[in-house]
């Protein structure tokens, strides 16, 4: 990825997605997604599916309708580098969904 990308795709990752995922995507209201483990997938096409479709279960928006492709692509990119980048060893919660039901900022 090159430096302008990985610019954008953090900027895009900082507006949109850092209040449910935490900064630098440690996790929050969203699951950690700097750790070993994936809940949609680890491919960059998983990501970007995931981004553009939203996760309705979990209360993650359909960014596809609010964002453009190229955007997506590139805060795609920038997620896919942060995995891995603080594993934990802990798996996420099975049950997170019913867990944080309500507590989306979008709904």
């Not at 483990?37 to 981004?51: A, M, N, P, S």
């Not at 309705?56 to 309708?65: D, F």
């Not at 955007?71 to 944080?100: D, F």
Request: charged fraction near 25%; glycine fraction near 14%; aromatic fraction near 6%.
């Amino acid at each position: 990825m090159n430096s302008e990308d990985h610019k954008n795709g953090k900027r895009t990752f900082v507006i949109y997605c850092e209040q449910c995922h935490g900064m630098g995507g440690r996790g929050g209201a969203g699951p950690n997604l700097t750790d070993e483990f994936t809940l949609h997938g680890e491919e960059l096409e998983d990501i970007i599916r995931t981004i553009t479709n939203g996760v309705p279960a979990m209360q993650m928006p359909t960014w596809g309708q609010i964002l453009a492709t190229d955007r997506i692509k590139k805060v795609g990119k920038y997620v896919l580098n942060l995995k891995g980048t603080r594993p934990t060893g802990k798996l996420p919660e099975a049950n997170r969904a019913e867990i944080l039901r309500g507590t989306s900022p979008f709904r």
